[in-house]
């Protein structure tokens, strides 16, 4: 199961990377937007970041057929590993089809249905990322439908991977886990909030006073 991270914050990847083992981060125009930096460079940032190994899922703005070609082309040289995100509209669907004949790594997005996931890891997307909490805002079954899709993946044996994305809360999460999502992808604050419990402070500090209660401060190495 892979861990993702839903930012292009620096300071935000820069922590979190640190603590947890991530297996990339993906941004898409709105993430960018918010950071207010050149594209090109906020994406250099992030490999600095989180190194080469790791891959940066970034976006298209483009929604021609055409146009979607040329940029994704585009994004796809901008470092060695990093999938070029492409809506499922129709233009996006033509393009991921020829994207992939190039070898160019594909993560289809803005996906609502099972259908739509599976025609984009048809038409030969790695990542298939269908977006959870925006269908519950509508009154939709957001974790239903990416189980559906998780089930008809691995029902066919498709390599393509179910990368659940728009989380707005931990059990969101949590189902999808036990479900078998391949990856989610986590804003900063769903990933904090899976990091931490006030009883795991807590009990820190009861321990931390327990032994200062008969050995005062010091740590096991100090005998
Ligand atoms: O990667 C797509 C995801 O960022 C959408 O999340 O929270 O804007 O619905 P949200």
Same mark, same amino acid.
């Given at each position: =199961?892979?861990?993702?991270?839903?930012?292009?914050? /620096?300071?935000?990847? *820069?922590? /979190?990377?640190?603590?947890?083992?991530?297996?990339?981060?993906?941004?898409?125009?709105?993430?960018?937007?918010?950071?207010?930096?050149?594209?090109?460079?906020?994406?250099?940032?992030?490999?600095?970041?989180?190194?080469?190994?790791?891959?940066?899922?970034? *976006?298209?703005?483009?929604?021609? %057929?055409? &146009?979607?070609?040329?940029?994704?082309?585009?994004?796809?040289?901008?470092?060695?590993?990093?999938?070029?995100?492409? $809506?499922?509209?129709?233009?996006? /669907?033509?393009?991921?089809?020829?994207?992939?004949?190039?070898?160019?790594?594909?993560?289809?997005?803005?996906?609502?249905?099972?259908?739509?996931?599976?025609?984009?890891?048809?038409?030969?997307?790695?990542?298939?990322? $269908?977006?959870?909490?925006?269908?519950?805002?509508?009154?939709?079954?957001?974790?239903?439908?990416?189980?559906?899709?998780?089930?008809?993946?691995?029902? %066919?044996?498709?390599?393509?991977?179910? /990368?659940?994305?728009?989380?707005?809360?931990?059990? *969101?999460?949590?189902?999808? =886990?036990?479900?078998?999502?391949?990856?989610?992808?986590?804003? %900063?604050?769903?990933?904090?909030?899976? =990091?931490?419990?006030?009883?795991? &402070?807590?009990?820190?500090?009861?321990?931390? *006073?327990?032994?200062?209660?008969?050995?005062?401060?010091?740590?096991?190495?100090?005998?």
């Amino acid at each position: =199961m892979q861990l993702i991270l839903d930012t292009g914050n /620096l300071k935000e990847i *820069q922590e /979190l990377s640190t603590i947890l083992d991530i297996d990339g981060v993906t941004t898409n125009p709105t993430i960018v937007a918010k950071e207010k930096k050149n594209f090109v460079d906020l994406i250099k940032e992030i490999g600095e970041i989180i190194g080469d190994e790791t891959p940066i899922h970034a *976006q298209v703005i483009s929604t021609s %057929y055409e &146009d979607i070609i040329e940029e994704a082309t585009f994004i796809s040289g901008l470092r060695e590993n990093i999938y070029v995100k492409i $809506p499922v509209t129709h233009d996006g /669907l033509r393009a991921i089809k020829e994207l992939k004949n190039k070898g160019i790594k594909i993560t289809a997005t803005a996906i609502f249905t099972a259908h739509q996931g599976f025609l984009a890891a048809k038409a030969g997307a790695d990542y298939v990322a $269908p977006y959870v909490n925006r269908l519950d805002n509508i009154s939709a079954d957001g974790v239903g439908t990416v189980k559906d899709l998780i089930q008809i993946i691995d029902r %066919y044996g498709l390599s393509t991977k179910v /990368l659940a994305a728009s989380f707005k809360n931990t059990q *969101q999460v949590i189902e999808l =886990m036990k479900a078998g999502v391949h990856s989610v992808t986590v804003p %900063y604050d769903i990933a904090k909030a899976m =990091m931490d419990h006030p009883l795991t &402070d807590w009990s820190v500090d009861k321990f931390i *006073q327990d032994w200062e209660a008969v050995y005062g401060v010091g740590t096991n190495t100090k005998g």
